[in-house]
């Protein structure tokens, strides 16, 4: 099973464990972890971009580029 390392929306790429200053932001934030959008129903797809500030920002752009992980990289490899 793979992981999402990055994603690249509109010229703005989030990393998982790297900061950043997302839109609408009033302050930066740390990625945590990326996910895939109700990737079984299949209703509506997308990206989650959740930082530590416990908010989210959700991608439902087809505009994306994902950059996958193999599942046996661990997250602290990525420091």
């Not at 972890?33 to 079984?40: A, V």
């Not at 797809?45 to 661990?74: A, C, K, N, Q, Y």
Request: a positive charge; aromatic letters at 8%; hydrophobic letters at 35%.
């Amino acid at each position: 099973m793979k992981a999402i390392q990055s994603i690249t929306v509109h010229s703005n790429t989030y990393t998982v464990g790297k900061a950043c200053h997302p839109p609408g932001f009033k302050k930066g934030a740390t990625v945590t972890k990326i996910t895939e959008k109700n990737k079984f129903s299949g209703l509506i797809s997308g990206f989650v971009v959740h930082f530590d500030t416990e908010t989210e920002l959700h991608i439902h752009s087809d505009d994306v580029i994902v950059h996958w992980l193999p599942r046996t990289v661990m997250r602290n490899d990525l420091k």
